[in-house]
């Protein structure tokens, strides 16, 4: 089991706070050689062949509508981001952090935090920039990134099943979920420690609210 510190880092490193923003995120968008293993693993999986074909039914349906774009991309990572923020008390994490460090949640004013939407700030100066110039279509029309979107949706759904059924209500969006996995999965870690242990949570923020810089 992963320690508070060990989330916070992985937090922040998906949002690269101390480089490039946009290349930390863009780092592991995709990767080819993942890809093809869930193209071989499709191949073999005759047990599960029906459901991947409805799986891919829905795929096609998502690109038909139209939301297969950047726009959908970003509703996915503000809705597992608004989720984790949504747990912060910022008036604790603050406390945690000035007795600590001696110093104000890293160089975000705490008075926005403790006003606004920490998911709605999120969205306006990190996920724009998460997704732009993603060439959406070329990447998802790709067979192997086909079977990688099925398998990763799949996961989602018995790891996090209301998340999933949030993101398929909008327009079958779970199947975007691949795309991001790599960059949310660290946020998602937070909230499974926010439902069984407030403690480690509140560390967590501490660590990571310490250290973001956006």
């Known amino acids: 089991m992963k320690s508070a510190k060990q989330i916070a880092n992985d937090m922040a490193d998906a949002v690269n706070i101390d480089s490039n923003l946009v290349r930390g995120?863009?780092?592991?968008?995709?990767?080819?050689p993942v890809d093809f293993y869930y193209l071989g693993y499709d191949y073999i999986d005759t047990e599960n062949r029906w459901l991947n074909s409805q799986d891919k039914e829905r795929f096609i349906r998502l690109i038909k509508s139209g939301l297969a774009n950047k726009a959908s991309i970003e509703k996915v990572a503000h809705i597992f981001i608004e989720n984790f923020a949504s747990k912060v008390k910022f008036e604790d994490v603050k406390d945690m952090t000035i007795r600590t460090s001696g110093k104000?949640?890293?160089?975000?004013?705490f008075n926005q935090l403790a006003t606004a939407n920490m998911g709605y700030i999120f969205s306006k100066q990190i996920i724009p920039r998460l997704v732009s110039g993603v060439a959406v279509g070329s990447i998802i029309t790709a067979g192997a990134s086909l079977s990688r979107s099925v398998y990763t949706s799949r996961d989602l759904r018995a790891r996090n099943s209301r998340m999933y059924d949030q993101l398929r209500r909008l327009g079958n969006l779970d199947l975007l979920y691949f795309l991001l996995e790599n960059k949310v999965r660290p946020f998602e870690d937070a909230v499974s420690v926010w439902e069984r242990d407030r403690k480690k949570f509140n560390q967590i923020c501490q660590y990571f609210f310490a250290k973001v810089n956006v």
């Not at 995120?25 to 080819?32: L, W």
């Open 25 to 32: 995120f863009a780092q592991g968008f995709i990767s080819v």
């Open 104 to 109: 104000l949640i890293g160089k975000f004013a």
